[in-house]
């Protein structure tokens, strides 16, 4: 009974039969995106016999121009129910994945069509994401969004730590394009998960025309910086999130060339260390209970950012594969606490009605970020070295706690309705 009662206290109230579907939809979603992790770059190299230049803008500029078709659906987005919208970017996935096995089974794949898949999912990614906050925040009152939340954190870590095994299993027997199969049917199941949700979403109350005009494309970056507290953490997480990221190939050149890994040690490295996103999120909860958002925020925040330097002492043999198990452990437990909180925080601060144009720019901002600081760091690479560029992102990587909103900033409140005109008063009657 103890034992029940702790877990409960752990994973905090049922947030309810809606944000089951809703949850269920993104587990499911998540787990086939895993599943492909990867099949992209197999398919251009073993399938269209590309180079490394063409394999290396699949990732970069598919997700850079995938960024940026994103920029003007935030603003269409926001003044439109969000449950449809979040449908629609599960069936344009689904159909935009579909093509490849299409295209390969009738012999007409060719790379530019994987350049476009990867654009337009990017592109429907950045939309659902920026849907799906916006959704959360008017199903659920504000005491359960930390637990939901959290929740989504240990489905994704859950699905990072057994996808790409399943994933790489089925491209052993099957080749990666039965892998994007089954992403594609990921998202129709996902979207069939939302469709259950059932209940009625109003139209969103906007005073604004829905048709998008130029200023409303940057709406989302103002409101951003306009916010004393929105705004550092907005950097911190676009630096930190890119530096994190840039050094991932370089990592590889490192581990399997130079030092000799084997490619299922290098697995190993980054996917047993996901354990601890697992672990960090079933603590969110209980630890901003004890101690405050904020403070869990800004001190996991800067713990965080401890880890990524200690690569720089990668080594061979076992005892460079026990550093990165640690190094990627402490680093991925504290984003399982930190990432759930952030999310959280970033949502109680922006108004219901600007929510979906703050969360796309957000995450336009982070996928373009990464994209150009991983070209950055791929040229450092070349030119001072794969361990010596890692080290240099790992000292950036120190910096980054500066950004983290150290000061209670006044909470922004939600725009109150005009009050309805006050009726004229009656002229008074003529004594005449």
Same mark, same amino acid.
């Given at each position: ?103 390969? +089974? ?128 907005? @950097? ?9 990221? +840039? ?13 000799? @890994? ?7 490295? @980054? ?79 922006? +108004? ?36 010596? +560029? ?43």
């Amino acid at each position: 009974m103890r034992s029940g009662q702790r877990l409960g206290h752990l994973l905090g109230p049922r947030p309810g039969r809606q944000f089951g579907w809703l949850w269920g939809a993104y587990g499911t979603s998540a787990l086939g995106t895993w599943l492909a992790f990867g099949a992209f770059p197999l398919i251009a190299i073993r399938v269209l016999h590309a180079g490394p230049a063409e394999v290396a803008a699949l990732s970069s500029v598919g997700a850079a121009v995938g960024a940026a078709v994103a920029v003007p659906l935030g603003p269409w987005v926001e003044c439109r129910p969000k449950r449809p919208v979040l449908i629609a970017m599960d069936l344009v996935r689904f159909a935009a994945l579909l093509t490849i096995p299409t295209a390969f +089974a009738l012999g007409v794949l060719t790379f530019l069509q994987l350049l476009l898949v990867s654009v337009v999912v990017a592109a429907a990614d950045i939309t659902f994401r920026a849907a799906s906050g916006a959704y959360l925040k008017t199903l659920l009152p504000a005491e359960e969004l930390l637990v939901a939340n959290a929740r989504f954190e240990s489905t994704a870590w859950t699905t990072t730590i057994i996808g790409p095994p399943l994933g790489g299993a089925a491209i052993g027997l099957l080749g990666p394009v039965a892998t994007v199969v089954a992403d594609a049917v990921s998202y129709l199941l996902s979207a069939l998960g939302i469709r259950a949700m059932g209940g009625h979403e109003p139209w969103p109350e906007r005073r604004e025309a829905t048709r998008i005009r130029a200023g409303d494309l940057f709406d989302g970056w103002r409101y951003i910086l306009a916010d004393a507290a929105l705004r550092p953490l907005f @950097f911190n997480t676009a630096l930190f999130n890119g530096l994190v990221m +840039a050094v991932q190939p370089l990592l590889a050149v490192l581990m399997l060339g130079r030092l000799g @890994f084997a490619p299922w040690q290098y697995g190993l490295a @980054f996917a047993a260390p996901s354990i601890g996103g697992l672990l960090g999120s079933r603590l969110a909860r209980p630890l901003v209970t004890r101690f405050g958002q904020r403070e869990v925020l800004v001190v996991v925040g800067a713990l965080r950012a401890l880890w990524p330097v200690g690569l720089v002492f990668l080594g061979p043999g076992t005892g460079g594969l026990l550093l990165v198990l640690g190094v990627e452990f402490g680093l991925i437990f504290c984003c399982g606490v930190f990432n759930p909180v952030y999310a959280t925080y970033r949502l109680e601060r922006t +108004a219901t009605d600007r929510a979906a144009r703050t969360l796309s720019a957000w995450a336009v901002t982070t996928r373009s970020s990464t994209a150009l600081l991983t070209a950055v760091w791929g040229v450092l690479g070349g030119l001072l070295g794969s361990r010596t +560029a890692v080290g240099l992102a790992g000292v950036l990587l120190l910096a980054t706690p500066l950004l983290l909103p150290r000061r209670a900033a006044a909470h922004r409140s939600e725009p109150e309705p005009e009050p309805e005109p006050e009726p004229e008063p009656e002229p008074a009657p003529s004594r005449a």
